[in-house]
């Protein structure tokens, strides 16, 4: 499966729901050892738009991992993508920043050059 062909068909404010959401339903489960309400009504919202082919029952439990599975690697990847982009966007700035160093220029006659030292 290609998450990345899943991933294209959202919105940046439903990426950021899944990532949030996503968060939400590992710290609930840690802790409960329950899945997360709005979390769980969320990802089969979301599953029924994304595989309208594909019934999952939110009282079956095999159907609840699934999904919750398959959103976690949306999130984990959607997330990772982000933090690529904002290194990319550090190092691009950090080359702008950088200034060229002033070339010694070279007299026959020992005069000073146009940078104000001796050659």
């Given at each position: 499966m290609d998450y990345n062909s899943i991933i294209k068909?959202?919105?940046e404010e439903q990426k950021d729901m899944i990532v949030s959401l996503s968060?939400?339903?590992e710290i609930t489960v840690q802790q409960?050892?329950?899945y997360h309400t709005g979390a769980l009504n969320a990802f089969f919202d979301l599953w029924k738009e994304s595989f309208p082919g594909q019934?999952?029952?939110k009282g079956c439990v095999s159907c609840r991992k699934a999904v919750f599975l398959l959103f976690n690697k949306v999130a984990s990847l959607i997330s990772s993508d982000r933090l690529k982009a904002e290194v990319k966007l550090e190092e691009f700035n950090e080359t702008l920043k950088k200034t060229k160093k002033a070339k010694?220029?070279?007299?026959?006659?020992?005069?000073?050059?146009p940078t104000g030292a001796r050659n």
């Amino acid at each position: 499966m290609d998450y990345n062909s899943i991933i294209k068909n959202y919105t940046e404010e439903q990426k950021d729901m899944i990532v949030s959401l996503s968060k939400l339903n590992e710290i609930t489960v840690q802790q409960t050892d329950k899945y997360h309400t709005g979390a769980l009504n969320a990802f089969f919202d979301l599953w029924k738009e994304s595989f309208p082919g594909q019934k999952q029952n939110k009282g079956c439990v095999s159907c609840r991992k699934a999904v919750f599975l398959l959103f976690n690697k949306v999130a984990s990847l959607i997330s990772s993508d982000r933090l690529k982009a904002e290194v990319k966007l550090e190092e691009f700035n950090e080359t702008l920043k950088k200034t060229k160093k002033a070339k010694k220029h070279i007299t026959r006659t020992g005069a000073l050059s146009p940078t104000g030292a001796r050659n």
